[in-house]
């Protein structure tokens, strides 16, 4: 077969030297990255036949085949020593971040890892069982007293237990999180505060001296309603940012009231999960009138939004 000038076609072995094809063949051009020690600049190990399209993750996994010690999960690259330097994304790939043959990452090691999930478990479930210790007052806390039982004592109770229950269902069938694991040192440090404060709560509110709210019946009611309606104000929150991530994704939408007249909030603050439930604990600190129970509300209500790592739904 001949051209249009009669002479014979190229033969296949011509070599496209096309923009496009030298691209892609530069992109798939195998070459070799050290990894080193974030703090120390040591180096800790050394991968060969890497292209430049391979992602942070894949990078992650062939550091712990050479690692074993270091799951994805505790490995956090940077390409800059620099202490204002970003974490790389996991789908960053090499060349879009700018790393070519012979180049170098920097390393950091999170230190032992532990399940988002089983942190807010543990962080809740404590709060349950450490109130109803102080609950029956126990006479080796208290020692014997024959002091009656205000129904406000009874109210607070059931008003915390449905509160801690309701933040485990949400940790089980809400919350969608954007991490799967958290350092581990934040179990000790979220449970201490948790466990600590209501313990220092409960102490109080169930003291056979508690003084009943002032106003009584009325004050209670008051917060009680206050308290009720915040935390279902709360939960329609949790609800409205869960559905804005479909599940198994890290996908972040910007939150938009819903049909739920709950949902309004969201015009005028940019957090108000956060919001409800500093209303929920001014009714709990209303209806018991006890000053214990303010300080609960402040330290949570000062968690900026969500980079939540942190579950996008609550926290």
Known sequence: MRNAQGTPPESSGAVCVCTGCSAVGEALKKMKLQIHDLRSNKLICSLEEVDQQTTV?????????????????????KISRDKKARPVKD????????????????????????????????????????????????????????????????????CWTLHYAKRLLETLFVHRFSHATMPLRNLFKNCSYYWGFTAFVSYYINHPLYTPPGLGSVQLFAGLALFLVCEYGNFSIHIALRDLRPPGTKERKIPMPTSNPMTKLFHFVSCPNYTYEVGAWLGFSLMTQCLPGRPVYIPPASVPAPSIPQPFSSR
């Open 91 to 158: 789908g960053d790939s090499l060349q879009s971040l700018g790393i070519s043959d012979g180049g170098v990452i920097y390393l950091k090691d999170l230190g032992p890892q532990v399940g988002w999930s089983t942190v807010f478990l543990a962080e809740y479930a404590g709060p349950l069982a450490v109130y109803l210790l102080f609950y029956p007052r126990p006479a080796l806390v208290y020692g014997t007293s024959r002091a009656g039982t205000d129904i406000a004592v009874h109210v607070a109770m059931v």
């Open 57 to 77: 993750l894949q990078l992650k996994n062939r550091v712990r085949a050479q690692c074993g010690q270091l799951c994805p999960e505790r490995q956090q690259f």
